[in-house]
């Protein structure tokens, strides 16, 4: 538990108070409750399309390509971690992406997941905060509104990152590249769809919101299922209600809302993972349950107890104390017969034939204790480390023993010289999660994903999104190797 | 409105917000399903993978029991031993207890799994995971006719652990199996119904013996028996079966 300890000892204490982790679990966006995900809501998710926290100034494609396949990268993941130290960290957000091809990943692993961090200050140009009436100390704040500044920056409509170049028809649609582009005019329904003008809207709707580029009212509700909403003309109207428009809409413009709606799905399914917002839980354990597991292996130094070994301790204990009493009142030196006591203890050791047996198994330890601590919470994709400001971070929970990063693995923060240190780690539970075929030989696929970023979050003027470090770590490729045989490949295993 | 996605330490606005996530969310609900960590646990999970055979086939590392739960439901552990072992340390002995499991579906496979702990609870429970991580599959032979199903080791076999040695000898049908209550156990749930067995070394090292054992099962497997010098037709990994392209003809391994 992490409880502030007002005194804090400055002695090197060797169990010091650790901060909890912060886990966090995949959900689906809760539409009726709260909507779909928008940029001022300022939530962590992962899959879709990336909501930029600084809506003015987007990531460009050349910094985030692949480094085997020279491709844009996936989006993966993005977390609101704000901090409250640097004043231009008090929004914060964190971007992962990954290439989407397995096979980069297997040529270099440390070349297909790249981190960008973002940050604002409280006072922005983007977002307000909602003004509150009531005093309520305890919550600081009830959430922000956006600025409608109309700086919003174009993004591609297939990857979400800066897109500077339009359909050439129609010039409605962005794209970041030629290749996004084929993509969406091929694959997706832009050729059925470009040029056709949304049909004329009632006086307070607004189909325009339903156009592409830079609205999300209208896509995120892709978790459920995949069915297509055809007949299902309830649920589209509810998704207007949310986008502010009250009137009910004609058949036409229902089909082309099924249309854009089949075109966004169509587009994800080649690039995008699926959408799903991450919400944070606080790991809650009991340590002392935990830490009895985990130094479990026999060491070399255990002898076996001899038969009936209760029964000697107990009846040697007795024999001591009789002993003692009766030197007690021999002489007065208590110490010294207490001291011959204890040496006979060494008694219990027993003697036999073979008292040292190689009772060694050979096990993966470092994944079983991985294991023993995600059983706690199984369906847990992230784990957030840098809870507190007082107390120590915990150390990243690692799949393996090899892959370990040392100290000098990890570059220093190239704009301010301070070091990195450890953030989060994605788990491989995520992969679950992503929607991708396993069976693939060129499936994503890691052990664990871990996050190092900038202690001081520095913030750099002009330069709004910084990189910062993942290292990947897989798991080890032993099983259970318990015996001295070995199954060679020669062997058919028929079954009669 | 407030999302409860924030991490980190910004007062208010990271953190921990919302507590309790999802709705139906049990408790109960959590512990029953599985989340897969590793590759061949999410392919097994999304029923990939038809058999267990086929993961021994590749020697694939199982790293999660519960791919071994779901392959073979009908496992029965037996405790061999709760040993207690002690380590000296200035404030006297320091006791904790070692179990020895054994695990099988008395139907061709067998498990063995060692654990060490404070509570013998945990260590049993401990030892019944390892043991189903170390499932091996064991073959069966005849001893004369070749009729009905098979019932005894297939060859003679022996396994060796620190001084302990155990040969398993081919048994006429109806002998039952001849050897000590430790290995016959092991023997029993491994789907042997006929053998002989020889034993040498100390075998009151119990640790030793049943490791021992163990290997000799094991080794089953790793005889190359004359029905089996036809040339093996291989077969695509699991990792690489659904693949888009298909895999070369089988003439280029030949070369």
Known sequence: MADHDDHMDQDNVPQEEEAQVMLGFA???????????????????????PIWLNPEHVLDTKTMSCDQCHKPMTFLVQLYSPEDHPEEAFHRVIYVFCCKNGACHKKSPQGCFKVVR????????????????????????????PLDNNKHAKTCFVCGMYGPKTCSRCHKV???????????????????????????????????????????????DDEDDEDEYDEDGNLIEKKHKKAGITQTLTKEQQDYANKLDI?????????????????SEAEVFDQEALEEGLADESSG???????????????????????????????GGVSKSLETAESSMNALVPVGDEVYENTKTDIDSAFLTFQKRIALYPDQVLRYARMEYELTNPEPLYVSNIGIPKAGDIPPCPDCGQERTFEFQILPQMLNYLGIDHSAADALDFGTVLVYSCKENCHVEGKHYQHEVAI????????????????????????? | MIRRGGFGRGRGRGGDRGRGRGRGRGGKDEKETWT???????????????SIEQIYLFSLPIKEYQIVDYFLPSLKDEVM????????????QRTRFKAFVVIGDSNGHVGLGVKCSKEVATAIRGAIILAKLSVIPVRRGYWGSIMNEPHTVPCKVTGKCGSAVTRLVPAPRGTGIVAAPVPKKLLQLAGVTDCYTQAFGSTRTLGNFVKATFAAIGNTYSYLTPDLWAETQFTMSPYQQYTDFLAKPQEKRRA
């Open chain 1, 174 to 220: 962005s794209y970041c590249s030629a290749e996004h582009q084929s993509i969406h005019w091929t694959k997706g329904l832009h050729k059925q769809l470009c040029g056709t003008q949304p049909p004329p809207t009632p006086a307070t709707a607004d189909l325009s919101e339903l156009s592409i580029s830079d609205n999300k009212a209208s896509k995120d």
């Open chain 1, 301 to 331: 130094d255990e002898q076996e107890a001899e038969e009936g070994w209760e029964e000697k301790a107990a009846a040697l204990k007795l024999k001591r104390e009789k002993k003692a009493a009766m030197l007690a009142k021999k002489n």
């Open chain 2, 81 to 92: 031993k709760i040993m207690p072992v002690q380590k000296q340390t200035r404030a006297g």
């Open chain 1, 27 to 49: 959900e689906p966006v809760d539409l009726e409750e709260h909507g779909p995900l928008l940029a001022e809501d300022f939530c962590s998710k992962m899959g879709g399309l």
């Open chain 2, 36 to 50: 897969p960590v590793t590759k061949l646990g999410r392919l097994v999970k999304d029923r990939k993978i038809q």
């Open chain 1, 472 to 496: 990947v770590q897989h798991f080890s490729e032993d099983g259970m190797q318990g015996t001295n045989m070995n199954i060679t490949p020669n062997v058919s295993v028929s079954s009669k």
């Open chain 1, 263 to 279: 075109d966004f799905r169509l587009v994800e399914r080649m690039n995008r993972f699926p959408e799903l917002e991450i919400i």
């Open chain 1, 118 to 145: 973002s940050q604002l200050g409280q006072y922005n140009p983007y977002y307000t905060p909602v003004s509150k009436d009531e005093e309520d100390a305890a919550e600081e704040n009830e959430g922000w509104e």
